[in-house]
């Protein structure tokens, strides 16, 4: 039983970590000119998967929340798709979709378009529950339709809650988008590991403070942005 | 400014439209930069609707070493929790303002914890396999010095939002240092400690699982194998056991820290 994990085996290995970490440095920066462009399309990467799970969470949205759909069958439906979506994590959705699409970023703006949607969609869904019913109660006693209620009661009521956390999804994204190569879905993730394939770990190193820089970057720009909105 | 029927002031619209308008360009460019397209989409979903189709048979042979798969993924992210709370424990300390012997070591203390936080699981776990070899060692070791980023930070928190009137009140009774902190300091942050262990450990679960695609032990390594050779059906037994798992998990953890704090 278990996983063979003792202080000794730890300890023994630390020479051959020591030795890669050595093997690190100095970093290889020529090849820092070649990364721009890679790291500027993991970034788009993140924001084209983002944006389309936005967009699609919208349906997934209404039909989740109790006080929109009122048929059980369909708001349970909702809700249990989005739980079982949100189990699974985006890099082996990445994995999976690079099986089936092939290796390249189009698999990795899929897994991250997936990924969106649950979440963006679970935690607006739960907020839209929680908004006053009186402007839905005042148009529905107005006879506005469906579509009126959501449009003039709803859309307000929850717009700041649905950007900030597609906002707060697109920060997690990428974060993600970095490592997304890792499992062959495209991204600057992939050169990351090509380096390490070839042994070429001073180059590696670079990627790896290119991919914390930007994570850095986006961490505090989503910051301000997002004290910004709500 | 424009008010109104009731006479309230309407928030800007043309910054709203700026915004949108700002925003469906980076969109376009970032599509055209990474070439994917609507077109693309709609082409390739018969494909996994396809694949989805097989994974919703999955081989039931497969049920046992997927399950024993997921029991190593499961230890794996024990361990590696067990290993983050170990070490986080002391840094949160060192890091919290209120505690922490000195400001400098403060902010040492939370540079170190930003700096290993910022670290990506996978890239950790890729070079402990690259130093240990392919094994749950080394996705143990991945998520555990990642958990000692991620829960000292949060544990500095906790530390910092203490009630300093028990420790005042030891103090002034003239106990010693060790004693306060055992007595005033831990009843105060240990159920909020717990909370957040048990959180990360749901975390750590997921993330256990996914490590092994790169390598480091669990479910993940039977997923590679699987996806290697398109076996659907055995791909979606994988899944079905880390679903189950990890609900199963997310369930009782979130009841135990309702009961925590």
Known sequence: MGIGASPRVVWEGLPSFYKLMGDLFPPNWTVLPALVQPAVQTLQMALVGTTQGALLSVPLILLASRNVTRQAWLYYGARGILNLLRTVPELLYAAILVAAVGIGPFAGILALTVFSVAIIAKLTSESLEAIDPGPMEALEAAGANRLKMVRYAVVPQVLPAYLSYTLFVFEINVRVSFVLGLVGAGGIGQLLLTALNLFRYQSATVIILVTLAAVITIDAISVRVRQAIV | ?261
């Open chain 2, 1 to 261: 400014m424009k008010t109104n029927v009731a006479g309230l002031v309407e928030p800007g619209r043309w910054r709203l439209w700026a915004g949108a308008g700002l925003f469906a360009v980076a969109f376009i460019w970032s599509a055209q930069g990474v070439e994917a397209s609507l077109p693309r989409l709609i082409e390739g979903l018969p494909l996994l609707a396809r694949i989805v189709a097989l994974m919703l048979v999955p081989d039931w042979s497969w049920a046992g070493r997927s399950l024993s798969g997921m029991v190593v993924s499961v230890q794996v992210a024990l361990l590696g929790t067990t290993i983050g709370m170990l070490l986080a424990f002391p840094l949160a300390f060192l890091a919290s303002r209120n505690i922490s012997p000195h400001a400098a070591s403060s902010y040492l203390g939370k540079q170190v914890l930003n700096l290993i936080r910022t670290f990506p699981e996978i890239i950790l776990a890729v070079f402990f396999v690259a130093a240990y070899g392919p094994s749950a060692l080394a996705g143990m070791m991945a998520i555990g010095l990642h958990s000692t980023g991620s829960l000292g930070k949060l544990y500095a928190e906790v530390v910092e939002t203490i009630d300093p009137g028990p420790l005042e009140a030891l103090r002034a009774a003239g106990a010693n240092r060790a004693k306060v902190f055992w007595y005033a300091v831990m009843p105060q942050v240990l159920p909020e400690f717990l909370a957040l262990s048990l959180y990360r450990f749901e975390i750590n679960a997921r993330a256990a699982t996914v490590l092994g695609l790169v390598g480091a032990g669990g479910i993940g390594t039977i997923m590679v194998q699987a996806l290697q050779f398109r076996r659907w059906e055995i791909v979606g037994m994988a899944l079905i056991v880390i679903i189950v798992v990890v609900t199963l998990i997310d369930t009782a953890s979130a009841a135990l820290r309702r009961r925590l704090v």
